[in-house]
């Protein structure tokens, strides 16, 4: 049984691109929350989606967006890339709305140069 | 303002050895707290995750323990293996009818190194 699942595991953007990160949640979960996490830091929310809909944003400039397809995947983007963006950025899933038992993904490292 | 305080920031241990690592919350009100594993460049992975009622919660070798009064938590690690050494982070979860919308809300971990 797969778990949450992230993709590309690496990635190396220059500054002002743009970039998409991709999320498969566990099968049956319909909840997916994405967190970005500065190297010695702990996760920052950015954005949490139930059932396709927008359900919680975290304090990220509008560069950031999101979206939930059927399948409930998930897709993060980021326009305008800056040096500062460079984290893991993990993604999580969960049975319930913002319910206890999250599961994350292993991340995606993206690093702006 | 919602904090999670940890200590040790770090910590160096023998293999074979036991280490207690601590969390302090401030989060009101609570809905429940979990401990994470996160070893360097991965996504942290749920070691417990405990409520109000809970007082205690195993699996395997980690063990939890919540003070929901006194809003404190541990995690008793038994027997430290060399993969043990990670960052273990504690998180809790506001209760969402409080508006705090059930956003996590993460310590900055206890760095471990078990040492051969």
């Known amino acids: 049984d797969a778990g949450v699942t992230q993709s590309p595991t690496h990635l190396i953007k220059t500054r002002g691109q743009h970039v998409t990160l991709r999320c498969s949640p566990i099968?049956?979960?319909?909840?997916v929350s994405w967190y970005q996490q500065v190297l010695g830091q702990g996760p920052q929310f950015i954005f949490q989606y139930y059932e396709k809909e927008e359900r919680g944003r975290g304090n990220f400039p509008d560069r950031f967006s999101a979206r939930q397809f059927p399948n409930y995947s998930s897709e993060l983007n980021v326009n305008a890339l800056l040096l500062g963006d460079s984290a893991l950025y993990l993604c999580a899933s969960s049975g319930q709305q913002g319910a206890a038992g999250y599961t994350f993904g292993s991340g995606t490292r993206l690093t702006v140069v | 303002k919602n904090q999670v305080e940890q200590s040790p920031q770090s910590l160096i241990i023998l293999e074979g050895k036991n280490c207690t690592l601590q969390?302090?919350?401030?989060?009101?009100?609570?809905?429940?707290l979990r401990w994470y594993k996160q070893d360097t460049g991965r996504g942290p992975v749920s070691l417990t995750i405990?409520?109000?009622s809970e007082n205690t919660k195993s699996n395997g070798r980690y063990t939890a323990t919540l003070d929901a009064d006194t809003k404190q938590s541990s995690l008793h690690i038994t027997a430290s293996q060399l993969s043990d050494s990670a960052s273990y982070i504690c998180?809790?979860?506001?209760?969402?009818?409080?508006?705090?919308?059930?956003?996590?809300?993460w310590g900055l971990g206890t760095s471990l190194a078990v040492n051969p």
């Open positions: 099968s049956g979960h319909k909840s």
């Open positions: 998180v809790v979860s506001g209760d969402r009818r409080a508006g705090n919308n059930r956003k996590l809300i």
């Open positions: 405990m409520t109000f």
């Open positions: 969390c302090n919350y401030t989060v009101s009100p609570f809905s429940n």
